[in-house]
T-cell receptor, first 115, second 116 residues
Framework: DSGVTQTPKHLITATGQRVTLRCSPR?????VYWYQQSLDQGLQFLIH???????AKGNILERFSAQQFPDLHSELNLSSLELGDSALYFC??????????????FGPGTRLTVL | AQKITQTQPGMFVQEKEAVTLDCTYD???????LFWYKQPSSGEMIFLIY??????QNATEGRYSLNFQKARKSANLVISASQLGDSAMYFC?????????????FGKGITLSVRP
C-alpha cells in the first residue's frame, strides 16, 4: 500500500458525460501528479500540483482540468468524454522537496471506461 | 528521440534465477533521476528503486539492484533470485532536473514472466 488513495476504482460512463476522479496524497506529501495510461500512448504525464498551485502541464486535453485543494487532495475532471479517453488514470504524490529522490508514489488508479 | 527506451520483448526467467531488464535514456541535463516501477496484472504501480545521476554507487533495494552505466546512458534493473510474484510489467522512468517537482517520463515497459 503506497499510502495514496484514489476513488473510484472503476468508472463506466457514456460519451459526452463528465466525471471527477479523486486523489488523496500520502501524509506529508505536497506534490500531486496525474498520469494517464492507455494501450496506444503508454504512461503520459497530465498535470502537476504543488501545495495547491499548478506547476506543470503535460499532454492534457482542454476538456480535462484539475485542482488541488487546501487539504492537498486533488481532483481530475474529465468532460465531454470520448471513447478514446478510456484509460487507467493514476495519481502520484511526492514530498516535493529538493535534495533527495523525491520519489513519486502511485495510487491504485481509476479505470475509466467510456461506452 | 525517445527519452526512455525499453526494447526487450517479453522476458522469461526461471524461478530462483537472476534476470536483467534493460533501459537506456536520453537527456542533456546533468542532473536527473532514474526510477523503476513494477506493475502487476492488478494494475497498481509499485516503486522499486531509484538512482540519482550523481550517485557514485549503484542502487540496491533487497533483491533489486540497478546497473547504472552513466557514459552509456543505461540503467538496467537486475532482479536476483526471481520469484513467481515478480511476474509483471516493469517500467523505467526518468525525472530530469536537479530536484523535486518534475514529471516522470516512462518507457513502454517490459513484460517479465517467471516460470516455476
Amino acid at each position: 500500500d503506497s499510502g495514496v488513495t484514489q476513488t473510484p476504482k472503476h468508472l463506466i460512463t457514456a460519451t459526452g458525460q463528465r466525471v471527477t476522479l479523486r486523489c488523496s496524497p500520502r501524509s506529508g506529501d505536497l506534490s500531486v501528479y496525474w498520469y494517464q495510461q492507455s494501450l496506444d500512448q503508454g504512461l503520459q504525464f497530465l498535470i502537476h500540483y504543488y501545495n495547491g498551485e499548478e506547476r506543470a502541464k503535460g499532454n492534457i486535453l482542454e476538456r480535462f482540468s484539475a485542482q488541488q485543494f487546501p487539504d492537498l487532495h486533488s481532483e481530475l475532471n474529465l468532460s465531454s468524454l470520448e471513447l478514446g479517453d478510456s484509460a487507467l488514470y493514476f495519481c502520484a504524490s511526492s514530498v516535493g522537496l529538493a535534495g533527495g529522490s523525491d520519489t513519486q508514489y502511485f495510487g491504485p488508479g481509476t479505470r475509466l471506461t467510456v461506452l | 528521440a525517445q527519452k526512455i527506451t525499453q526494447t526487450q520483448p517479453g522476458m522469461f526467467v526461471q524461478e530462483k534465477e537472476a534476470v536483467t531488464l534493460d533501459c537506456t535514456y536520453d537527456t542533456s541535463d546533468p542532473s536527473y533521476g532514474l526510477f523503476w516501477y513494477k506493475q502487476p496484472s492488478s494494475g497498481e504501480m509499485i516503486f522499486l528503486i531509484y538512482q540519482g545521476s550523481y550517485d557514485q554507487q549503484n542502487a540496491t533495494e533487497g533483491r533489486y539492484s540497478l546497473n547504472f552505466q552513466k557514459a552509456r546512458k543505461s540503467a538496467n534493473l537486475v532482479i536476483s533470485a526471481s520469484q513467481l510474484g515478480d511476474s509483471a510489467m516493469y517500467f523505467c522512468a526518468m525525472r530530469e532536473g536537479p530536484g523535486a517537482n518534475s514529471k516522470l517520463t516512462f518507457g513502454k515497459g517490459i513484460t517479465l514472466s517467471v516460470r516455476p
